[in-house]
């Protein structure tokens, strides 16, 4: 599978990086971002692209995708309604057209957030944009489009929030996280789940369209154990020969 991955330096995008990397689903990984992941492998290719408005200019870039995981988003916190609509709904929506223009055949997931209003007409400001901005990923010609709804997400694998208070209270979390995955198992998950779960719904479909946390924890899940069987798969293959 070639993914198209966004937000890669971000602590939900660099874990699904990390996810994308150690699967066997995934030949290769182009990332769109404004600065450098500094991360080196063989899959990896990265494309430094400064102006988000517009990605006609680098459309070509997206021919012969498989899947989209789009995992570029900002707090709404202290935010005017334009300008979190501009970072959020504007910059989405010109990354999926030029890339539909070019391969239809894509399948887009875009990460959002539990509490998106899909009606685009409520009282909270971000979650009306994020349900604009699902509402219309969902109309256009994708072979298909997800919404991961995730709620709260424990960081994994050395993966790190960018804002220090944010990262204070994961670190305080992290030993209390398996009881939150048993109290609420409905609002709770990790980046690797996520990125797990990505790769699942872009390889393989998923009967919903919008996916709360319930849902990638359990594709994360079938996800493990579709890669298991192919490693060994692989592994039983090379000590054939």
Sequence with gaps: MRVVLFGATGMVGSGVLLECLDSPRVDSVLVIGRSGTGVRHAKIREILHTNFAEFDSIRDEFAGADACLFCLGVSSASMNEADYRRLTYDITLAAANAMVSVSPQLTFIYVSGEGTDSTAQGRSMWARVKGKTENDLLALPFKAAYMFRP??????RGVRSKTSFYQLFYDVIVPLYPLLRRIIPKHVTTTVNIGRAMIEVGAEGYPRRVLGSSDINFLA???????????????????SR
Aim: no cysteine.
């Design 151 to 156: 709620g709260y997400i424990q960081p994994l």
């Design 221 to 239: 899940d079938i996800a493990t154990d579709r890669e298991s069987v192919l490693t060994t798969a692989a592994s039983s293959a090379g000590e």
